[in-house]
Structures are given as structure tokens and as C-alpha cells.
């Protein structure tokens, strides 16, 4: 018995692959690097796909490079770009984004490592439906520079972005509505309209705001989100009303938001709130350095924070020292025997 079961075991078991992906090449994706078409078809659960390109320009939605993108979200797959060098320039994508992501019935995640996208006039990624929390969509070591269109629109969805760049991006770098989890560690947004949070759960870690610009919250919009702000930095970011750094509203109590351990340093705001604004917002906010004086920096309307431990009308030097970028949290590792034939429900929630 115990043989059968150890030859079954071998037999049921694959190694991982490492596939290599060209646009239009030719070869059998292992030796030799193969079509994104081709990658497409031979997609196993738990591959790494190398991307050989140094730039790919998107020119169509759908087509080969979106399809691929497609279907690795359900299949647990790892995208990397060699040397961490490949671009995707969507200056004359047709379409409504470069792809979209579709819920699944079961957890299931995609991670995309080392990529740059530039020059988007439509969204990078799109989700419009929320049905489940899942896939997971990791990016990670990736930069996302001079686009033109909100580069994230979501619906739902569960993402995690770590040590990633924003910069230089006409609008948002991230929209996310109705139950979307986004989790972002160790990145910095530069020159950048404001991110939009609505009815979120939202989790901002050592990560840094400069010169963001935004109507309401200079670089944070939110309303009704659970929230947690850590260690991070606002640097001269301006609203045109108010919220200099953040506008956060209908967010009370119960839902548990918090800001901590972050520097607020010249910050402005056309109205109220050079640093943060509140509207019927109950926040814990602890632990901060702000530039401005109190009556300035924080303004509250309708609102009832709780503030203790806070620095005001200081340079704030100590928080202003970038701690190391932190080992990021990875809830996934390739795997080929994934059971993917698991089924937890349209439910269902599984806790990173």
C-alpha cells in the first residue's frame, strides 16, 4: 500500500517551470522563448513566466499579452521581468484597459515582480465586479510612471502592492470601491493625483507622498473605509479645498481607523486641514509629527478623533528618516501541486 501511495505521490507531482515568453517569438517557451499565445495555452498552475522583452508595446484590448494576463490570475502564476528591465507602454492601447480581472470562487493569486507601465491613457487593470475577495493580485518591485488614466479602477478585489513607485501619473494611481482590500507596503507616490478609497479596507505602511495634488485630500480621498496609516511620510502635498494630505468622511468608529507614527511636513490645503480633514470621521491619531500648528494641521467637522502623542509646528527630523524597506508580508509561494479544484464559496474569506 505504502508503495502504491508513493508512486501515486510521484507521479501526481510536477516541478515547477520556468516559462519564457517574447513577443512573437517562436520557440517552445522552455529552451527558447515562445508567444505570449502559446504561453497561454501551456499555462500550468504554479509557473514562473519570464518575460524576455525589454519593451512591449500594448496596442489592443483584448489581445495575446491581456489573455495571458487573464488567465495567470486564476492559476497561481508568477510574472517577472528579466533583469527587472521590461517595459509596457500603452501610448496607442485600444481598449479599455491592458487587462481585467474577474472574481473566482476560490482563492486564488497572481504575482507580477519588476515591471514598468508607462504612457496609459486607459486604466493598467480594471475589476467591475465583487462578487468574491479573490484572486490575490501581488505587485511588487514595480513602477508605474507618466500615465494619463487612473492606472487602478477596482470593484472589490484583494491587492497588495510592495515597494513600488508612482510617479509623474496625471491621475489616480489607485480608484478602489465596494469591499476592495488593498494593501501597500514600502512605496512611494510622487507628483501624482490623489488615491480614491470608498468603502475599502485600506492598509498604508512606511510608504512616502510627495507632491500629490488632489481636489479633496491632497493624497488620500476615503470615505466609510477601515484604515490604517503607519509610519509613512506626506511631503508638500496640496489639496485644492481641503485635507492637505488626507480627507477621510463617514468613517466612524466602528470602522477602526487609525493614522500613526507619520510625518505631515508642508502640506496645504485651499479651505481647511492643511494635513488632514475630517468629516464625520472618528479617527485614533497617534504618535504623529506635523509642521503646522494643531488648529491648522488637523480640522474636524462633526467629528470626534482621539489624539495623543502627537509633535505639532516641528521639522519632525525623527520620523522624517525613512526606516529600511521592511521584509514584505508574502502570503503566496509558487506550487504546483495546488489543489485547484478547492471550491471555498462565494463566501468565503480567507485571512492573509
Known sequence: ?????????????RELRNLHVSEGADGDCFASACSFDKAQTILRNGDIVIFEDQKISVTSYPSPISDLLHTATFMNVTLLSKDDNTIFDGRFMAGESL???KSAARFTWLKI??????????PVMMRIISETPWPLIIFKDCTFKENKQDIFNLKGGTFQFDNCVFKQNLHRPIKAVTEAIVDIADCTFEHSESMFFFDCDISIKNSRFVECFGGRGGSLYLSKVTLNVD???FIRNKAKNNGGAIYIRESIEDYQCEIRRSAFVDNSAGVNGTAIYGYW????????CFSDEESKAIFEFKSQNKKSGNEFKSKCTSLLTYEPKTDDFDPVRANPDYDIDIDVGTNSWIEL
Do not use: H, P, Q, Y
Open 1 to 13: 500500500m505504502l508503495t502504491f501511495l508513493f508512486t501515486s505521490f510521484i507521479l501526481c507531482s
Open 99 to 101: 487587462f481585467d480581472v
Open 113 to 122: 515582480k519588476g515591471f514598468t507601465f508607462t504612457n496609459f491613457e486607459k
Open 231 to 233: 509610519g509613512c511620510k
Open 281 to 288: 470621521a472618528d479617527v485614533i491619531i497617534r504618535d504623529n
